[in-house]
């Protein structure tokens, strides 16, 4: 099969024709990937930044956000079955650890982290992961449309999962950025929570797609805009900030427009 390999850091990854994955543990699934997303973190492990984190072993295959079709399943597996649509938790678990029953599956004392640390990941036609990984589907979703889901999704709604009870009526929420984390968290903050919702973004294009989403203002990020961001929150700054951006200023654009007891 082809595959996305990257051999060493700094150095463009090359599609690779290498032999399909085969089932070996009796939980194991071989998925058919429909789609892999392309993720700025991918950027981060073909410069090494992973390095000192999981020091992967070169070559692999790149690509953690993936969906697409179960092709086989081990034999223990009974939740699956091969033609699934599927979308794939990042982490393999082991859903033993203390961690695993926290819910905590990210902290997995024994986790694999496929397309990440050195294990092979979606950039290719097939992936073996484990039956714990798989979510199962409709039918009528498309991986195309839900890969990035599998990361870019799931921070994004994570941050605003755990800031909900913050985020009561009549409480203010800014969104910095609106790329592929913040549009995200424009619906995920739409869809639970009663805040007010502000997005601001330096690119005219990434507001107007979220608008579509319903946040209640979105602000162009020019000289103006931290004045606009106070203006519409009475001068106090938002309760909660989302920072989606985290670089070139937008770290203490950030801190500057948390209000009062607010949360950054
Ligand atoms: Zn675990």
Redesign the pocket.
Same mark, same amino acid.
């Given at each position: 099969m082809k595959a996305v390999r990257l051999h060493r850091y700094h150095e463009r990854p090359s599609v690779d024709e290498v032999p399909e994955p085969a089932i070996k543990g009796p939980l194991d699934v071989l998925v058919r990937i429909g789609a892999a997303g392309l993720c700025r973190t991918d950027l981060h492990i073909y410069e090494g930044q992973w390095e000192h984190l999981t020091h992967p072993q070169l070559p692999f295959t790149l690509g953690h956000e993936n969906a697409g079709w179960v092709e086989e399943v081990g034999s223990a597996v009974s939740n699956l079955a091969a033609g699934d649509t599927v979308i794939l938790h990042p982490h393999i =678990? %082991?859903?033993? %650890?203390r961690?695993?029953r926290a819910g905590n599956?990210m902290h997995? =004392?024994?986790?694999r982290f496929p397309g990440v640390d050195g294990t092979d990941g979606g950039m290719a036609n097939y992936l073996l992961t484990d039956a714990r990984s798989v979510v199962k589907l409709d039918p009528s979703l498309q991986p195309a449309d839900v890969a990035a889901l599998a990361d870019a999704g799931l921070t994004a709604y994570h941050a605003v999962k755990k800031a909900l009870p913050l985020l009561y009526p009549g409480t203010t929420a800014l969104i910095i950025g609106a790329g592929g984390l913040g549009h995200i968290g424009v619906q995920a903050l739409k869809a639970m929570s009663a805040a007010t919702v502000i997005v601001l973004d330096r690119n005219q294009a990434a507001l107007d797609l979220v608008r579509g989403y319903g946040p209640n203002h979105t602000v162009l990020a020019d000289d103006g805009a931290a004045q606009k961001i106070l203006d519409l929150t009475d001068g106090q700054g938002a309760e909660v900030v989302f920072d989606f951006v985290a670089e070139q200023g937008a770290e203490a654009l950030g801190w500057n427009l948390t209000g009062r007891g607010g949360s950054h």
């Open positions: =678990t %082991c859903g033993l %650890c961690y695993c599956e997995c =004392t024994s986790s």
